[in-house]
């Protein structure tokens, strides 16, 4: 019981952070967004990545090395694509809200961050595991669209009693806002497809002497390469266009600094201490672990909103989210079980 206990386990500290590294986007100011961004991208997809990776695995440089060129430039190249999925997370909040955004961003990349790579397992109709998975993603998916109406519900109320909320356009441009939304989610599943196209890499570093649970660190920081890529280049691009490369001399930014740098390591923290719970997990680690992952951090953060006072006065809204978080904690049970399945 314990082998099939132990990883669960992992995931969910690993979700804590996950639902908790957002916090620190509050603190972009006096930065310039583009330079707070360039700080968090180094320290997210680099430095902490790399640190850790060197530290706990043996021959790093001969395990990505002597993989197979599929794993290396599969990896970063959904790595890349994820930045450009984030990038339109962003667009789409100026089009359809932030709520309905997150809602759709989080169900696509739980769904199809889960069943790309179960799609790519051999000989996966046989697998026992293979409908408990299917059952309890779909769950998560009916849980995940409940909490984005039960958010877009909440901003209504907010908007009547002329609370300001994110602006939201109507008619057409409704439309393209939710088609960026979705582009999104699909693009933001592609961190887990890379991270588990990569898996030849961490085999290496396991037969090189790493730990199993330490490996994945060797296909995260190749997955991660082309991330940064994406989110430093379109960061520095916005330094040049908006002339804001002083901003990283203003004065009194040391918060933001210090916001920039611990956002960075919670966000590689989840993605580190969720790899090592996948990689104990087997072929279906990053299959079963990624929706729970999603999903527990969607609790997580829902937990710090109502703290920060952003469900004050909808009691309704409140009640379908607390539904919303129900199917959540019955998916998350369904896909743990069908890791003793395995």
Not at 156 to 163: D, F, P, S
């Amino acid at each position: 019981m314990a082998e099939y206990f132990f990883p669960l386990l992992i995931i969910l500290v690993a979700s804590f952070f996950q639902g908790t590294f957002g916090l620190g986007m509050k603190y972009v100011k006096p930065l310039a967004w583009e330079a707070w961004w360039v700080v968090y991208a180094l320290i997210a997809m680099i430095l902490f990545p790399w640190i850790w990776a060197l530290l706990v695995v043996p021959d790093l440089w001969t395990s990505i090395s002597t993989a197979p060129a599929s794993a290396i430039f599969g990896g970063m190249l959904f790595g890349f694509l994820w930045g450009v999925g984030g990038i339109m997370f962003g667009v789409s909040i100026g089009y359809v809200g932030v709520s309905l955004t997150y809602g759709i961003v989080m169900g696509l990349a739980a769904s199809v961050g889960s069943l790309v790579p179960l799609a790519q397992i051999p000989d996966i109709g046989s697998n026992p595991a293979l409908p408990y998975v299917i059952i309890g993603v779909l769950v998560m998916l009916v849980g995940v669209f409940l909490s984005a109406v039960a958010g877009v519900r909440r901003d209504n109320l907010n908007a009547e009693k002329g609370k300001e909320i994110e602006g939201i356009k109507k008619g057409k441009q409704f439309r393209i806002g939710l088609v960026i939304a979705i582009f999104s989610g699909v693009l933001s599943a592609l961190l887990n497809v890379g991270f588990a196209n990569a898996l030849p890499i961490a085999k290496n570093a396991e037969a090189f002497g790493a730990i199993t649970r330490n490996s994945s660190l060797a296909a995260w920081v190749v997955v991660l390469l082309g991330a940064f890529i994406m989110n430093a280049g379109y960061a520095v691009f916005l330094l040049f266009k908006n002339k804001t490369w002083s901003s990283f001399g203003v004065k009194e930014s040391g918060k933001a600094y210090k916001w920039a740098i611990m956002t960075g390591i919670f966000w590689f923290g989840a993605l580190g201490v969720y790899g090592q719970g996948a990689a104990l997990m087997g072929n279906l680690g990053p299959v079963i672990g990624w929706p729970i992952l999603l999903g527990l951090a969607l609790i997580i953060s829902f937990f710090w909103a109502v703290r920060a006072g952003e469900w004050k006065d909808a009691a309704g809204p409140m009640k379908l989210m607390m539904l919303s978080i129900a199917l959540l904690i019955v998916a998350c049970v369904i896909l743990g079980y069908s890791n003793s399945l395995i």
